[in-house]
């Protein structure tokens, strides 16, 4: 037994025992995890390895695992001109009391921290050579081609998850279609982002989705420090000036305005000025 979880229930990596998982995995990979070392979130939990690696494991439902699989991680090791840790490989099982399956998968290390939490209060001051290798992944994904489909927050990312979740907030009769799609990491955020050497991580939602969708992902997550939000729009002015940057704009502050809206969130009011200039400019495009 992996973990003791009542069926139906949601599972919190944070809180639930997962001794059993990270032996299992030790065993399959070969290897020893830090104890130290273990960061524990939602839905995953890493750790480092006595060989200087990293593994990553990860429980989703089945549902959640739609017809490409879940080998994000395995799948953008082909991807060129992108900086990502190397991944190494991986073991996969199927949950023996649960409707879910378990993925760990081992890359090399990062080459410096987590750039700070998904969404930051604080301007990381980030150099100019950061900015450049940030430009220079980004583009060169947006020019690779594949066939899988953006998974953010696990959900596929499809032309009516676009226009349900931009009418929840902005009711109406705004046109919403989606002009231009291509590969996105899905999951951008600074969090996923290590620095002062730049390198993106944690693959697993990557595919094809709106142009814009990772600028516009970054920027809601700098709205609490404004000169970081403005350094990402000018960093991605092509995409923010896109009419598919400013659609996924809306789409991702719609997210954080729509009927779930924390009333303390900094963000709020940012987003919704910005919310309010592109609902214009869409109308009279």
């Known amino acids: 037994m992996t973990l003791s979880v009542p069926t139906g229930h949601s599972v919190d990596l944070r809180v639930q025992p997962v001794d059993e998982t990270l032996d299992r995995v030790e065993r399959s990979l070969q290897t020893r995890f830090d104890p130290n070392t273990v960061v524990r979130k939602r839905r995953s939990v890493g750790a480092r390895t006595n060989r200087d690696t990293w593994v990553r494991i990860e429980r989703r439902h089945l549902s959640k695992i739609n017809d490409q699989g879940w080998n994000g991680t395995e799948c953008a090791a082909r991807l060129k001109g992108v900086s990502q840790p190397v991944w190494q490989g991986c073991v996969v099982w199927r949950d023996a009391d649960e409707a879910a399956m378990w993925r760990a998968d081992e890359t090399e290390l990062l080459p410096g921290d987590p750039v700070g939490t998904a969404v930051l209060s604080e301007d990381p001051k980030l150099p100019d050579e950061w900015w450049r290798a940030f430009n220079s992944s980004l583009d060169a994904l947006a020019a690779q081609n594949t066939s899988r489909v953006a998974t953010p927050d696990t959900e596929s990312i499809t032309q009516t998850l676009v226009t349900e979740t931009v009418h929840s907030a902005f009711p109406g009769s705004l046109d919403t279609t989606v002009e231009q799609w291509g590969p996105a990491h899905a999951d951008l955020n600074w969090a996923n982002m290590s620095a002062p050497t730049f390198c993106l991580f944690d693959w697993e939602d990557w595919g094809n ?42 789409f991702v502050c719609s997210k954080i305005l729509g009927p779930d809206a924390h009333p303390q969130d900094p963000r709020l009011d940012p987003a919704r000025r910005m919310a309010e200039q592109i609902v214009r400019d869409l109308q009279t495009d």
């Open 209 to 250: 989705a709106p142009r814009g969708l990772d600028s516009a992902s970054l920027w809601v997550s700098s709205l609490a420090v404004p000169n970081l939000a403005d350094r990402v729009r000018r960093e991605r002015h092509a995409d923010f000036a896109s009419r598919d940057g400013k659609l996924m704009t809306l």
